[in-house]
Each structure stands twice: as C-alpha cells, then as structure tokens.
C-alpha cells in the first residue's frame, strides 16, 4: 500500500463549486504540506502543518483553506473553485526526527479541473 | 530573496553521461534536494546533500557547494527511462520550507 494516498486522484468541477481534496499517510510523520504545480510553474506551497495544532500559510493561499483531522490526514478545500485553480495538487509529508533530513514524500497527486 | 535557477531543458543522448546545474539563494540554508519527476506523476526523492562534496548513489550522483550556492545531479550511463523533470529544492532554515526550482526537463534520446 502507499504510504501518501490522494483522494480523488481526478476531479472536474464548475466554477464556484466547493471542493475538497484530501490525504493520508502511514508514515507517521508530523509535517504535511499541499502544493499546486503548474506547466513550468514548479510546485508552490499552498499550506502546511508541522503538527495537529499547527497551521500555516504558504506563498499562495488565498482562495484556499486546510484542515488537520489527524497526525494523518490533511485536506484541503477551495472554497468557490474558479478556473485559474486548474493544476495538478500534491500532498508531502515529512519528517525532522532525529536522524532524519525532513525529506518530504509526495502522494500521487489530484488533477483538478474547474470549467 | 529567495531563488532557485535551474535549466528549463537539456537533451541527451542514451548511454552518455549529463549534468543537470542549479544555483539557490535562501535565507539560511540546511540542506539541497534533488527529485526526479515523470510526467503526469509525482516527485521522488533522489538525493540529499548539506555539506559540501560529492554523493554517490549508483548511477545518480549529487554535488554541492554551499559558499558558490551551487549545486549539480550528474547521471551516467542514461536509459530512457531517465527522461523526466528534475527539480532541484532549497531547504531554508527560517522556516523550513523547501524552495523549489521549476524543473528541468531532460529528454533522451536513442
């Protein structure tokens, strides 16, 4: 099984429309993130949480909000979908243990599509 | 501010050798990132590197120079199967975040 799973994987929506995107791991890491990646854009921070009660804004989180149910879920929701919001979105975790680099491991991403 | 450059493209030929270059600027620096990306899918994990030199992982390999804020993913011996985006990620220790490069598409050919 994955250990970043992604639900839905595809979604097309009509603007205005709310949509939620959601994710959970098994790798029992604190930290999530949600990216958008656009054609020759790269990936860009949306949200992220280092922990249960800890949320924060990435560079580009207006007409986007997130939810941490759980040390392994973390959705996110677009309020009033509008067509610019058309991307692919990738949820990460990671970990900053001891040992560890806080190497981020990504889910397999949500193709969405607003018309 | 904070940057990340890489090349957009590169185009190589199967079985020979290519360097991929990224330059960073961040505010404070505590390790580079390098992911392979195949179309449609998404990013894994090639290397980590945070103090200076070479690291060697088969065929990949990753440099860093933290003074030049340089860095490189040197990869031999290419298959086809190599074709993908690289991206190239700053982690920066104000905030711990990665900062990301867009990628550079590598494409193979016969």
């Known amino acids: 099984d994955a250990d970043v799973t992604q639900t839905p994987r595809n979604r097309i929506t009509k603007t205005g429309k709310r949509i939620m995107l959601e994710c959970s791991q098994t790798k029992g890491h604190d930290r999530m993130y949600w990216y958008r990646q656009d054609p020759g854009l790269g990936l860009r921070l949306i949200y992220y949480?280092?922990?249960?009660?800890?949320?924060n804004k990435g560079e580009i989180s207006d007409g986007y909000s997130v939810s941490r149910q759980a040390q392994a879920k973390f959705s996110l929701s677009l309020e009033s979908a509008i067509p610019n919001q058309t991307a692919l979105y990738f949820c990460?975790?990671?970990?900053?243990?001891?040992?560890?680099?806080?190497?981020?491991?990504f889910g397999p991403g949500t193709r969405l599509t607003v018309l | 501010g904070q940057n990340i450059d890489q090349p957009t493209e590169m185009t190589a030929t199967e079985g020979a050798i290519v360097q991929i270059n990224c330059t960073y600027q961040?505010?404070?620096?505590?390790?580079l990132f390098w992911y392979q990306q195949h179309a449609g899918e998404a990013p894994t994990f090639l290397s980590y590197n945070v103090l200076d030199g070479l690291e060697e992982k088969g065929r990949f390999s990753s440099f860093l120079s933290r003074s030049k804020g340089y860095s490189y993913l040197l990869l031999k011996e290419l298959q086809m199967k190599d074709s993908a985006s690289y991206l190239c990620a700053a982690l920066s220790d104000s905030n711990y975040q990665l900062i990301w490069g867009a990628g550079t598409k590598l494409i193979i050919k016969p």
């Open positions: 961040t505010s404070g620096f505590n390790g």
């Open positions: 990460a975790t990671s970990d900053l243990g001891r040992g560890s680099t806080d190497t981020q491991y």
């Open positions: 949480s280092f922990d249960v009660k800890d949320i």
